[in-house]
Structures are given as C-alpha cells and as structure tokens.
C-alpha cells in the first residue's frame, strides 16, 4: 500500500482551505491532516500531527508564510514547504527559496499541477509553476566561480535548480536521459552540493540568475 502523504493546510480563507482540502481529499496518496489559518496556528498544528509537508499562503495575518517557513526550518527541518502564493515578484519569491521553501506555486494553476507539485517535492524534489519560474530563471548569466562547469552543465545546474525532472531536461536539451544523468552527477561532483536545495542556493549566492 502506498504511503499517503501527511499535508497541512494553511490559508487564512476558510473557502480557499474547504476548496482544497476538498479537491486534494480525491487523491489515494494525500491525506489532509490538519488546516490552519495563518502561520502560528500552523506551527502549533504542525507540533501536533508531525506533517510531511505543509502547503502555506504567503500572505497572512498573525505570522505570514515567510516568517513561518523560517521558524518551520528552524524547528522541524526535515518538513516540506511548498508556498501557494498570487505573488509572483522575483525578490518575494528569493526571499522564500532562502528561508527554506521547496517549492513555489501560483494560485493560477491548475488542481493536476498542485498535485505534480506536491508529489515532486514530497519526493525531495523542487517546484516551481511556470510564472514561479518565468520570474526566476529568466536568463543564466556567466560566473567566474562556475569556470569548472561546461555550458552543457550550466543549463543542466538552471534546470536542476528549476526542479525539472530528468526525462524534461533531456527533452528540453535534447539529449538522453543517461546524458543528463551523467552532467547531473558532474554538476554535484564538481560544486560539492549534492541536493536539489543545495544547487538553488549556489545559483542565488553566485549570480546565475538575472
């Protein structure tokens, strides 16, 4: 039987909360343990029911999702962070990639994708919804600090850092998977950094995106 993932649900709109909780409900490997309406009352529920991940607004009353991500990093690290947000402003969304968030999903996009979403960062992954990304990753800019990199690697350590699978970063580059196996592994080996969390922050700290 396939382990469900333990979700909380944190949105100050009781319609947007009941809407998704609703729609998540359907899904066999989701099990929606608790909600909460702003980021205090989450990290008391979260003390509580011990979530996989914690699916957080941004904007809240009380605590709002940045605060609270920082304070979820500090007190249970091992937690999943994905932020539902209608902000899509570059230095809003840096800002939560540095306080410990795995993912970033406008409030635009579909239910199928939300659930992509989770399931990819409950998996160790990270994810960003297309206008997440558009705002990120516009342009990758040179680095001295990436001299050890080929340009073939650079575009896989973008598409590491975008949260795109392998088979999408072959179809993207067009090369195979085994291809971009290979420069995956390169790209850790060579920056010593060996998570997709890891990766993102090396591209903020050295400038590689615009």
Do not use: W
Not at 76 to 90: A, C, F, G, W
Not at 137 to 145: A, G
């Amino acid at each position: 039987m396939t382990k469900k993932t333990r979700i909380l649900l944190v949105d100050d709109h009781t319609l947007v909360l009941d809407g998704l909780q609703a729609r998540l409900e359907l899904e066999d490997n989701i099990d929606i343990i608790a909600t909460a309406a702003n980021g205090l009352e989450a990290l008391e529920k979260a003390r509580e029911t011990q979530p996989d991940l914690v699916l957080m607004d941004v904007s809240m009353p009380v605590l709002n999702g940045l605060e609270a991500t920082k304070r979820f990093k500090a007190e249970q690290p091992n937690v999943k962070i994905l932020m539902l947000s209608m902000h899509h402003d570059k230095e809003y969304i840096l800002s939560l990639i540095q306080s410990g968030a795995n993912g970033y999903v406008l409030k635009d996009v579909s239910s199928e994708e939300l659930v992509q979403a989770i399931n990819t960062v409950q998996q160790g992954g990270t994810y960003f919804s297309s206008g997440a990304s558009a705002a990120l990753f516009s342009q990758v800019i040179p680095s001295p600090q990436c001299d050890a990199l080929s340009k073939r690697e650079m575009a896989v350590l973008k598409a590491l850092a975008m949260g795109l699978s392998n088979k999408e970063m072959a179809q993207s580059l067009d090369i195979s998977v085994r291809t971009v196996e290979a420069h995956r592994q390169n790209v850790k080996n060579k920056l010593d950094i060996h998570t997709s969390a890891g990766l993102i922050k090396y591209a903020l700290a050295h400038q590689l995106i615009d």
